[in-house]
Structures are given as C-alpha cells and as structure tokens.
C-alpha cells in the first residue's frame, strides 16, 4: 500500500507551498541549489584576484574552485541551520522569512571576514594578487565580501520565488 492521503474524495491535493509541512523543505533545497550555482560561477569568476591563478596549475585552479565552493555550501547552510534555530518559527518560511534571511546573510558575512583574515594574514592558506581591492580594517578582500551579501540574498529571493510560485 502507498502513502495515505489527507484528502478527502474527489479533493485533489494541493501542491506544497511556503505553508505546507513541506515547503520549508522545498525552500532549502532551491536555497542550497542557488548557493552551490552562485557560488561555483563566483569563485570561478573571482580567481584572478588571488595569487593562485598566476601560480597554480589548471588542476590546482579547479580544485581550489569546487573545494571554496563546497566551504561556501557549508557555511551557507551552517549559517541558515543555525538562524533557523534561534531565530526561526514553526511556521517558516511563511513567518519570519526576511528575518531569518537577514540574520543568515549576517552570519555568513561575519564568518567569512573572519576566514579571509585568518586564512590570508594568519595562516597564510591563500594569498590575494594585488588586483584583489581590500577592506580596512582587518585587509578582507572586497571581492569575497560581496560574494557573501550577494549570492546568500539573492538565493533567498530566488528560493521563495520558486516555492511561491
């Protein structure tokens, strides 16, 4: 036997929604899809501006690229995980959305000025080449900054479109 349906005879189901038991999960799936696409175009986009695209070797230059992409998942979906559970509601996404979505971006941008200060000044895991614009006080790049107030928001409109829609 299948899965019992909810509905009654002759009602058709409704397809899941921001309100539904399911659509915070469609949510997240668009949301994480948009972040792994935006983030692997822009980590692509961004390699001239660090020392490795004049240093690295193609092989080197590509893994670079999927790995910073698959942190940019993580941190992502760190980032929403964890402003979910302390900002959230059991209503979400159709409560709290833009709440939520603007203590994520928050999050992910506070992370990564973090990572790029201790990643570029302490432990020298990556270097910038000097087409990199950098931020005072602490020297993050710019370029990665806008990363992470740009695809993180643009992924939340996109994710809440496509479950709207």
């Known amino acids: 036997m299948g899965e019992r349906s909810t509905a009654r005879r002759g009602e058709q189901e409704s397809p899941p929604s921001a309100s539904s038991g399911r659509g915070w999960l469609s949510l997240l799936r668009h949301y994480l899809l948009a972040i792994a696409a935006g983030n692997l175009i822009w980590e692509f986009a961004q390699l001239p501006l660090y020392t490795i695209w004049r240093t690295g070797t193609p092989g080197e230059i590509v893994f670079a690229a999927v790995h910073c992409t698959g942190g940019d998942i993580l941190i992502a979906g760190a980032a929403l ?74 992924a939340f409109w996109w994710a809440r479109r496509r479950v709207s829609a």
């Not at 959230?88 to 990564?112: C, H, Q």
């Open 81 to 154: 995980t964890g402003t979910l559970a302390v900002a959230g509601g059991e209503n979400w996404p159709l409560d709290r959305y833009r709440t939520v979505a603007v203590i994520a971006v928050a999050g992910g941008f506070t992370y990564t000025i973090f990572s790029e200060w201790l990643n570029v000044e302490v432990r020298g895991s990556w270097s910038y080449s000097e087409w990199m614009p950098r931020v005072p006080p602490l020297g993050s790049g710019l370029a990665p900054l806008a990363q992470w107030l740009i695809i993180p928001s643009v």
